[in-house]
C-alpha cells in the first residue's frame, strides 16, 4: 500500500535534491540547484565551543567552491546555543569569520518539528545523520545521498574530512 504520508515529509525520489531551505536574508536554498556537487551540510550556532570552525568551513568553501563543493550552514537552537535573531546571526557571521556561503534561516535539526530534510537524511543515512550536538556535518555525495557525517569535534580541515570530500569532488 502506498504511504502518501510519507512521500511529502521525505520527498519523492529520496535524494537531498528534493529539498529547500528558506535563506537566513529571504528568498530560497534550493539543493537541486548543486546537482552534481558535494554539499556539505552543517548545523551551527554562535555560542558554542565549536563556533571557530566556522573559519574552517569558510576557508574549506573558500578552497573547493570551484572543484564542485558547496556549504550550507543551518543555524539551530536545538542545543540552546544560538539565540540570535536570523539578522543577528548572519551578522555575527559575516563580521567574525566573513562568511559567504550559504546560511539558511534559524531552524530545528531534531525531534519532532525537525526540517523535512533532516528527517529525509535520517531515513536516507540512519541514526549518524541525526545531529548530537552543533557544526554536524553531513555529507551529500554528487548524486544526492548521503555518503557520511561527521561528529562536531571533527573539524572541516582535519585530514579525514578533506580526504573524503576531495574522493568525492
Same mark, same amino acid.
Given at each position: 500500500m502506498f504511504n502518501f504520508f510519507n512521500s511529502s515529509v521525505y520527498g519523492n525520489s529520496g535524494l537531498a535534491y528534493d529539498y529547500n531551505f528558506k535563506k537566513i536574508d529571504g528568498g530560497q536554498i534550493k539543493l537541486s540547484d548543486y546537482k552534481n556537487k558535494v554539499i556539505v551540510i552543517v548545523? /551551527?550556532? =554562535?555560542?558554542?565551543?565549536? *563556533?571557530? !570552525?566556522?573559519? @574552517?568551513? !569558510?576557508?574549506?568553501? $573558500?578552497?573547493?567552491? @570551484?572543484?564542485?563543493?558547496?556549504?550550507?550552514?543551518?543555524?539551530?537552537? #536545538?542545543?540552546?546555543?544560538?539565540?540570535?535573531?536570523?539578522? !543577528?546571526?548572519?551578522?555575527?557571521?559575516?563580521? $567574525?569569520?566573513?562568511? *559567504?556561503?550559504?546560511?539558511?534561516?534559524?531552524? #530545528? /535539526?531534531?525531534?519532532? $518539528? =525537525?526540517h523535512p530534510f533532516y528527517k529525509w537524511a535520517k531515513k536516507d543515512y540512519g541514526i549518524g545523520a541525526i545531529p548530537k550536538w552543533n557544526f554536524h556535518k553531513i555529507i551529500i555525495d554528487k548524486n544526492g545521498k548521503v555518503v557520511d557525517t561527521f561528529a562536531s569535534f571533527t573539524k572541516p580541515t582535519s585530514n579525514k574530512f578533506i580526504k573524503l570530500i576531495e574522493k568525492l569532488i
Open positions: 548545523n /551551527v550556532a =554562535s555560542r558554542c565551543g565549536y *563556533t571557530p !570552525q566556522y573559519e @574552517d568551513l !569558510q576557508s574549506l568553501y $573558500n578552497n573547493y567552491k @570551484d572543484r564542485n563543493l558547496i556549504v550550507i550552514g543551518v543555524p539551530t537552537n #536545538n542545543f540552546k546555543q544560538e539565540p540570535g535573531s536570523n539578522d !543577528q546571526i548572519k551578522d555575527f557571521c559575516e563580521t $567574525n569569520f566573513g562568511i *559567504t556561503f550559504p546560511m539558511t534561516e534559524k531552524i #530545528n /535539526v531534531i525531534g519532532k $518539528n =525537525s
